[in-house]
């Protein structure tokens, strides 16, 4: 047996009503592509925080080819050859990628030094990049591209990758792919977090999987089904979403050529976007962020007013009407960022709940919040949606990321609206808490109410949707009928919606 590159054993770490990582041991081997698997609030992001340096372990002991390895910052963690690129970027939009890569580094060269050799790695490593280019142009496949660079740069020994294919295109992660194999077999180890079975059984080599901080199992996952691999993370069988198909004859909004300029300068612009949605429908909006979602979601949320006519909900108009005039009239939202946006990670769930359903759920009566109600409302949301946290006190920020989620998702559709809009609802979400969320959205168009998944997942899309549409530069494809749709058609959407076909109301 080779000696393990990094060995951990028994590493502990308690949060206040929660063990995040209990006893966990396990060995990662030079030139190995390692997963880390294991349901939202497993223990996975803390156990990688205490490889990086970012958390300090309570108790156990890790080893780095044999010598004793206890990083006290990232600084140290790098110093000892060890990468990380999280799953939110950390750049500067308005430098250029050079100057980007030139702040991630604890001595920089010279800038005419850094950008050849910039080229060099991502020339070398297939990872297609110009120094010079301004970040904020960027697509999210080139801003990790940059991440990377950045690591690569540092020579790292063990590149620990957080849920890396979430923000890219097929074809850009057949590219990452082929990066990291060649990665592997120039020696260096990789240890990767994510949801996506299948991406996992592609690339890794071993797996270890975590449920409830301590780890219950590992394996290969080539050997393994998806489903297999799912149940040993939740500890039980999991059932698909049912779609039973309620569309109604009964419109509940329709988007009327809405154009909107970009909202910030990296932003994007909405073209002349016209769509129908039906009471009892679920409508799926594809598309790789970027390309107006964000702004498609103000614009229906009332952060961003829209010119008169364009947004009508049940016959009246709420092009002009701010977000909680729109919440009363039952059109609800929930946005892609969850922490800063949808919620405020400082604030306890009981709050953030006072946030959005303050006017629907009626929590404040004579300008005086009744925090009994608002606390019973939260707690419903945490129980209907399995929301692990010890309760409703709990700040936002201390929540993991799909349990945030779950709650932010949950919140809004505890309030029963009559329209629901939802931006990658199940982003960094495990298979069960997915399954969960889906089926609420289906649950809830099966009430009757209207519902738009934006979102850069096609298996989900295709799960949940009635019809389909892509969202490319700010135009809004034809939608057609989700049966029966494959994943080229659905390939040729998302790359030339704009080209093959105007953007049209049916
Ligand atoms: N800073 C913190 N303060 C309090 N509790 C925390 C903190 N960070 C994590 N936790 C808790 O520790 C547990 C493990 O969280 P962790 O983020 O490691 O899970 P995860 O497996 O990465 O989840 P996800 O897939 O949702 O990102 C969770 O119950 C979480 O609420």
Redesign the pocket.
Known sequence: MTQPLLQIDGLTKA??G?V?NDDVSMAIRPGEVHALL??????????VKMIFGLVRPNAGRMEMNGAPYAPTSPEAARAAGVGMVFQHFSLFEALNVAENVALGMSDPPPIKDLAPRIRDVSQSYGLPLNPGNIVGDLSAGERQRVEIVRCLLGAPKLLIMDEPTSVLTPQEVDLLFATLRKLRDEGTSILY?S?KLEEIRALCDTATI?RG?TVVASCTPAEETAGRLAEVMVGRRLEAPQRPGTARDEIAVQIDGLSLPPAHEFGASLKDVSLTLNAGEVLGIGGVAGNGQDELLAALAGETLSAPGTIRMEGRDLSRLGPEARRRAGLLTAPEERLGHAAAPDLSLTENALLSAATRERLVSRGFIDWSRTRRFAEGVIDRFDV??PGAGTAAG??????LQKFVIGREIAQTPRVLVVNQPTW?V?AAAAATIRQALLDLAADGSGVIVISQDLDELMEVSDRFAALTEGRLSRFRPAAGLTVEQIGLMLGGAHDMEPAHAD
Request: proline share 4%; aromatic share 4%.
């Open positions: 949060y206040p929660v995040a294991g349901e939202n609030g497993a223990g996975k992001s803390t156990l977090i949801h975590l901080g692990r946290t201390a929540l993991s990321g799909g349990n960094g495990d």
